[in-house]
């Protein structure tokens, strides 16, 4: 007998810790987000009766699932075999990275397992770049575009929840001058976007400066020609 779960969603947290500023030599095509919408399941055994873990493994999975769809539809079957190792050790366990927003569909206790089936946008052109990168073959990149720049940035500060850092990340969208907006890496301490723009680190640092994100003011710490680094306040920390 299904019996649907009446809990919310958990809130995983996202810490962001101390500033870094990474370097990067090369220019990258700037382009809008390219999106990919797709539904995908999971399911995990419950076991000793937890529930919320079971549910937990359930929604990475479906999470990963929808990566996996998104990968088979451009890349051929026989390159998919031939780098499986690289996909499961550099890009699935990242699935979350490449979601730009999901919802859940349905979701219910199911003999002994949960199961989740959820509608997922994925960030297709972060999820090429990296393919890419890994050297996955049958992925191609789109003509560079001269006089663009690609800059680091580096953000101190503590995001209460995933919903929070994507807010965050549509912040940094909006401000003239950016038009691509990549996460590179979120982890305890450490926080990291690069930022396709028109225009240089200081002018795009100026306009940082004036946002507020929850009604915290963005601090600028060090600005030069290839980065940025930030912090949410003084101390760089951010909490509900």
């Keep these: 007998m299904n019996r649907h779960n009446p809990q919310r969603p958990p809130v995983r947290a996202i810490l962001i810790g101390s500033a870094l500023l990474l370097v990067l030599s090369a220019l990258s095509p700037a382009r809008a987000m390219e999106r990919q919408s797709v539904e995908a399941d999971g399911i995990a055994a419950i ?9 937990d493994r359930a929604m990475t999975q479906a999470l990963r699932g929808a990566i996996e769809k998104t990968i088979r539809s451009s890349v051929p079957p026989e390159a998919l075999a031939a780098r ?16 730009v927003h999901y919802r859940i569909l349905r979701e219910a206790e199911q003999d002994g397992s949960y199961a989740v089936r959820i509608a997922a946008t994925v960030d297709v052109g972060v999820l090429r770049e990296d393919l890419r990168r890994h050297g996955v073959p ?45 996460p590179v890496s979120v982890a305890p301490d450490l926080c990291e976007w690069r930022l396709q723009a ?10 940082l400066s004036r946002r507020k994100f929850k009604g915290t003011a963005l601090h600028i710490v060090k600005t030069d020609a290839e980065g940025i680094v930030a912090t ?5 920390g951010l909490h509900d």
């Design 198 to 207: 028109s225009e240089g680190a200081p002018v795009i640092a100026r306009e």
């Design 138 to 182: 049958g992925v191609t990149a789109d003509e560079a575009r001269g006089g663009d720049r690609r800059l680091m940035l580096a953000v101190r500060g503590t995001f209460a929840s995933h919903h929070d850092y994507l807010v965050f990340r549509d912040l940094l969208s909006g401000i003239p001058g950016v038009q691509r907006v990549t």
């Design 232 to 236: 949410f306040n003084g101390k760089g």
């Design 84 to 99: 499986q190792a690289v996909l499961d050790g550099k890009i699935y366990p990242s699935a979350e990275r490449y979601i």
């Design 47 to 55: 076991q000793g009766s937890n529930l919320a873990q079971a549910r």
